[in-house]
């Protein structure tokens, strides 16, 4: 099962490379939008963006998914 919380907590954790986080936001972002959560997957994809990372293809595809439905 999806647990937010600890994945929150991992997101916030400073001891995480910048690479690894951006894959661990990327993957989060498809969990919430998979799961009707969108305005808060829209808010890390956009952190995401700020930051000058690249979103995970799947990622984009679940916001896209959910949006148009």
Same mark, same amino acid.
């Given at each position: 099962?999806?647990?937010?919380?600890?994945?929150?907590?991992v997101?916030?954790d =400073? +001891?995480? =490379? *910048?690479?690894?986080?951006? #894959? @661990?936001? *990327?993957?989060?972002? *498809?969990a919430?939008?998979s799961? !009707? +959560?969108?305005s808060e997957?829209?808010?890390? &994809?956009e #952190?995401?963006k700020k930051? !000058?990372?690249?979103? #995970?293809p799947?990622?984009? @595809? *679940?916001?896209?998914? +959910?949006?148009c &439905?």
């Amino acid at each position: 099962m999806f647990k937010l919380c600890f994945t929150l907590q991992v997101v916030d954790d =400073p +001891r995480i =490379p *910048s690479k690894i986080l951006n #894959e @661990i936001k *990327s993957v989060l972002v *498809s969990a919430l939008a998979s799961h !009707g +959560r969108l305005s808060e997957a829209l808010v890390i &994809y956009e #952190e995401i963006k700020k930051a !000058g990372h690249n979103v #995970e293809p799947k990622a984009v @595809i *679940s916001l896209i998914v +959910r949006l148009c &439905y």
